[in-house]
């Protein structure tokens, strides 16, 4: 599954990217050789990055 899709970024690239010590999404764009365009993906690596690093706020309404 494409996680980002200006950057043809799959989500078993951005796994690996945090698992190289990756925290923040402009970690995963450098990392993965890309930058980020539209920006829609922000979020969704934004909460892989909270589940692998067990790092999640809690935030209202969840
Ligand atoms: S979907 Fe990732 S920058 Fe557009």
Redesign the pocket.
């Known amino acids: 599954m494409?996680?980002?899709?200006?950057?043809a970024?799959t989500e078993t690239q951005v796994t690996r990217a945090i698992e190289k010590g990756c925290r923040t999404p402009k970690d995963v764009?450098k990392t993965c050789g890309?930058?980020?365009?539209?920006?829609?993906?922000?979020e969704t690596?934004s909460n892989m990055l909270d589940r692998a690093t067990g790092e999640a706020v809690l935030r209202p309404g969840e």
Do not use: A
């Open positions: 494409y996680v980002c899709i200006c950057n970024l764009y890309t930058q980020p365009q539209c920006g829609r993906c922000m690596m």
